[in-house]
């Protein structure tokens, strides 16, 4: 992050090709602000498999109460009286504890939410031993399980291609075997 500073640093008659301060900053600033909460959503994502949509919605209204938070904490000038001080410090951890309990303990617990999703998970995958016969589709339907590899059980009995995920998984079920010691 500090490479330009280095470079100008190293280049002083570069500087004249820094853009000068102005009204544009604001609109750069902004245009950050919203490649910064793509990123939020970005790294939310994993949450969504964890606990669950309604899992996913409790945190975002904890978020919402920490950036409201936030924006309490930044209301305090540096200036201003001690009392002041103390109302709107109090007011922000305010938010992030009424934040915090409202979705995660009146509304749900993470642990619920966890148990849930784990339930929903293996009621949609339940899950059907494939025994690799080491070979071509042919060999296939001599296996335990006719048809394409596939670990799904409404794909069991499928003629048609394994789909990509399917694919996947086989492959990688195909390297646990060859590098398990306990499958060997």
Not at 106 to 114: A, E, G, Y
Not at 128 to 143: L, P, R, Y
Request: charged share 15%; hydrophobic share 50%.
């Amino acid at each position: 992050m500090a490479f330009p500073f280095v470079v100008l640093a190293a280049n002083p008659a570069w500087l004249r090709l820094v853009p000068k301060p102005g009204p544009w900053m604001g609109t750069f600033e902004c245009g950050m602000g919203f490649l910064l909460l793509g990123t939020v959503i970005w790294l939310l994502n994993p949450l969504r498999g964890q606990l669950g949509d309604f899992g996913l919605l409790l945190s975002l209204i904890f978020l919402l109460s920490v950036a409201v938070a936030v924006w309490i904490k930044g209301k305090i000038e540096f200036g201003a009286p001690a009392s002041k001080k103390l109302k709107l410090y109090s007011l922000a951890i305010l938010m992030v504890a009424i934040g915090w309990l409202l979705p995660f303990r009146f509304m749900s617990t993470i642990d619920r939410l966890i148990t849930e999703q784990m339930q929903r998970q293996d009621a949609l995958a339940e899950w059907q031993v494939f025994h690799d016969s080491g070979g071509k589709a042919s060999e296939f339907a001599a296996s335990p399980v006719a048809g394409p590899p596939t670990a799904f059980p409404g794909n069991a009995t499928s003629a048609t291609a394994p789909s990509p995920r399917q694919g996947r998984l086989h492959r990688v079920h195909r390297l646990h075997r060859r590098l398990c010691v306990n499958c060997k």
